[in-house]
């Protein structure tokens, strides 16, 4: 299962993430991952969720993010939940290759039992077609 957060910058899009997070740990048995492209969030998160930074990774579109993704994944089959916080700021594609990522995402979240949760800055009035049924 794929979840998109979309907003406008600013509105609490990753607040709403870390809380999300958080509230995870004591509902699922399984592990979680929070991927960011930086670390200031990185203590608001309970210290049980593995918390990857992109940064230092590079990381140039959605081919290379889903490999991340998928490395991560192949290290531990325990995963039940990856957010992703700032898609957009993590990886500098279109929206294009986002329906494409997507699809591909939603192959591996069925195959391996993992719910995605991710973060999108923009004006949710605006959002395509492909994005709506992940809202």
């Known amino acids: 299962m794929i979840k998109v957060i979309m907003d406008k910058k600013g509105t609490g899009k990753t607040k709403r993430l870390i809380e999300l997070a958080n509230s995870s740990i004591a509902q699922d048995s399984g592990?979680?991952?929070?991927v960011d492209n930086n670390n200031h969030h990185m203590y608001e998160l309970n210290h049980e969720i593995r918390f990857i930074d992109t940064s230092?990774?590079?990381?140039?579109?959605?081919?290379?993010?889903?490999?991340?993704?998928?490395?991560i994944i192949s290290e531990n089959f325990d995963i039940s939940k990856i957010y992703i916080d700032g898609l957009f700021e993590i990886?500098?594609?279109?929206?294009?290759?986002?329906?494409?990522?997507?699809?591909?995402?939603?192959?591996?979240?069925?195959?391996?039992?993992?719910?995605f949760t991710m973060t999108i800055s923009g004006d949710p009035k605006t959002v395509p077609a492909f994005l709506q049924q992940y809202m």
Do not use: A, P, R, T
């Open 31 to 34: 592990d979680i991952v929070f």
């Open 56 to 71: 230092e990774f590079e990381i140039n579109d959605f081919c290379v993010f889903y490999g991340f993704l998928c490395g």
């Open 91 to 115: 990886v500098n594609d279109d929206m294009d290759s986002l329906e494409i990522f997507l699809n591909d995402i939603n192959k591996i979240s069925d195959k391996f039992n993992i719910e």
